[in-house]
């Protein structure tokens, strides 16, 4: 009987994939979208606009494109602030997540893959949410 090498025990190792957001602080507050019943990963959660970063973006780069193409809400991509890299181990995934500035709280056009939005105190967020992304929030904000 002989011992396998470590090498053929590991049968695939993933890459994480990468994903970009971007939270909107206007007037003490932060705008979250809540996720679609139908949505592929956490349905019915709230959270900020995010996305996968595609080939050949940087993360801030995919985080912009996500955010408007969610929102439809144009931003200046100079004025992204990274905030924090969360790691989302239930699906391989490492968010980067930035902050913008915006006076107002102006109103987003949803897209399909989200139901409701709105602006929330940092210390008072809707549920449900991902547990690593409110302690973020409710630390950092």
């Known amino acids: 009987m ?4 470590l090498i053929d025990l590991i049968t695939e190792i ?10 909107v ?5 932060i705008l979250l ?3 679609s019943e139908i ?3 956490y349905p ?4 900020p606009p995010v996305g996968h970063v595609e080939s050949g973006e940087t993360s801030k780069e995919g985080a ?3 955010f408007y193409e969610e929102t439809k809400l144009d931003i200046d991509p100079n004025s992204l602030v990274y905030f924090t890299t969360l790691k989302d181990s239930k699906y391989n995934r490492i968010v980067r997540l930035y902050t913008v500035e915006l006076s107002g709280q102006p109103e987003p056009t949803l897209d399909e893959e989200h139901s409701d939005w709105g602006y929330f105190d ?8 991902e547990d690593n992304l409110r302690q973020e929030l409710e630390l950092k904000l």
């Open 2 to 5: 002989s011992i396998p090498k």
């Open 14 to 23: 993933e890459k994480p994939k990468r994903i970009g957001g971007v939270i």
């Open 25 to 29: 602080k206007s007037e003490g507050k």
């Open 33 to 35: 979208l809540r996720r």
């Open 39 to 41: 949505a592929g990963k």
């Open 44 to 47: 019915n959660f709230w959270s």
């Open 64 to 66: 912009y494109r996500e």
């Open 122 to 129: 940092s210390k008072s967020l809707p549920r449900p949410i």
